[in-house]
């Protein structure tokens, strides 16, 4: 693949869609489609694709930091970063055709999540487009830099709704020395397992629960790694487990392929010590209790509220029917922050509009609490 800016031929696409009121549907790879709300089949949106705008801007290995284009294969980036011994913390899911972009609009992390910290706690500067069509850049390429690192962070997870995520800047990491498996006999149900190993300084990188199985990674020295498994015991991986980090990571694993008849995917993020949820399903518990995953035949207002009460929210991982939302509603005062934020880069909604908590799309202000 050659590395492409295409940096002028977006800018100037979504400043004819500014003047136009034309609506753009941000697309990479197209990897999470079925994520989201869905829009409806006569929406008059226009495709806009980052695809083509890709490659590595910079890579320092000594630094820790390399700086990528949006369109750049998450794949690709994962293998130059290997080569080097180095790897993205946050440990993305790695769908097919996925980009970094997509990686960050989605605020997508894997196992590490809970141990290494979040995506957009890696994001050190951004470059994006946003709703005027002006070409706004954020933050640097060193941790210290804050002039308008918060802003930076504010892209990861937005959905696209905050503007065209067009470069990057990030920090990286080292890969492990060692790393190992355990598998304990657990219940599946007993979330609050993982409280005690979160309280003892134990090299964890990984742990869920999952079919009466707790399965925990351990990440660092050799030593360390070896002297963890000594106190914590278990066993290592049978063949029908072999790379079930990444299978997990990337959702291949057999709990997201199998689905029952009107069954849909659901992550819930609570506090890693919530209770067990009042949800009917199949579950999958990650990030040691704080990321849960249920398949399960009941209405998306049970699931909000079933996370409502245990102060968490819920996103749906299936395309499901049109109307229906697929991200938990904002409420009081997120709701108007939330709206406020979208003003500020996007006041027209130019960007995915319906796609990403629509409550915020009608395009009106909300005031602040005891304003007139």
């Given amino acids: 693949m050659n590395d492409s800016d295409e940096s002028a031929g977006l800018i100037d696409t979504v400043r004819q869609a500014a003047s136009s009121a034309v609506v753009l549907r941000i697309t990479g790879g197209d990897s999470k489609k079925r994520l989201g709300n869905r829009i409806s089949a006569d929406a008059t949106d226009q495709a806009f694709s980052t695809l083509s705008h890709t490659g590595i801007i910079s890579y320092e290995p000594t630094e820790l930091v390399v700086s990528v284009r949006a369109g750049t294969p998450l794949q690709r980036l994962n293998q130059v970063l290997d080569d080097a011994g180095q790897m993205l913390a946050f440990e993305p899911p790695e769908f097919p055709g996925s980009t970094i972009g997509g990686v960050l609009a989605c605020g997508m992390s894997g196992p590490r999540r809970p141990f290494n910290g979040s995506a957009r706690d890696y994001v050190l500067g951004t470059r994006i487009i946003n709703g005027q069509g002006q070409d706004l850049s954020f933050g640097g390429e060193v941790m210290k830099n804050v002039a308008g690192y918060d802003v930076s962070r504010l892209q990861v997870g937005a959905w696209g709704t905050l503007g065209v995520l067009l470069d990057v800047s990030m920090k990286v990491l080292p890969r492990p020395e060692a790393e190992m498996t355990l598998v304990q006999d657990a219940n599946a149900e007993d979330t609050q397992s993982f409280i005690s190993l979160l309280r ?5 990188s990984g742990a869920m629960l999952l079919d009466n199985r707790r399965y925990l990674r351990l990440s660092g020295s050799e030593a360390s790694v070896r002297a963890a498994a000594r ?5 290592a991986p049978d063949t029908e487990d072999a790379g079930i980090w990444q299978s997990v990571r990337d959702q291949s694993h057999h709990y997201f392929l199998d689905r029952s008849e009107g069954q849909t995917l659901w992550r819930i993020s609570v506090a890693d010590h919530a209770p067990e949820l009042a949800l009917q399903g199949e579950w999958l518990h990650e990030w040691a209790g704080a990321q849960r995953w249920v398949k399960t035949r009941q209405s998306a207002d049970e699931v909000f509220q079933a996370a409502r009460s245990a102060g968490g929210h ?42 990403f908590h629509p409550e915020l799309d009608a395009g009106q202000s909300y005031p602040t609490a005891g304003s007139t």
């Avoid at 003892?200 to 964890?204: D, E, F, R, Y």
């Avoid at 106190?231 to 066993?235: I, K, R, V």
């Avoid at 939302?325 to 319906?354: H, K, V, W």
């Fill in 231 to 235: 106190e914590l015991g278990g066993e």
């Fill in 314 to 355: 819920a996103i749906r991982y299936d395309e499901g029917p049109a109307g229906e939302p697929a991200f938990q509603p904002l409420e009081g005062a997120m709701l108007r922050l939330q709206s406020r934020i979208r003003d500020s880069f996007d006041r027209e909604r130019l960007f995915n509009r319906g796609r």
């Fill in 200 to 204: 003892q300084p134990w090299p964890l």
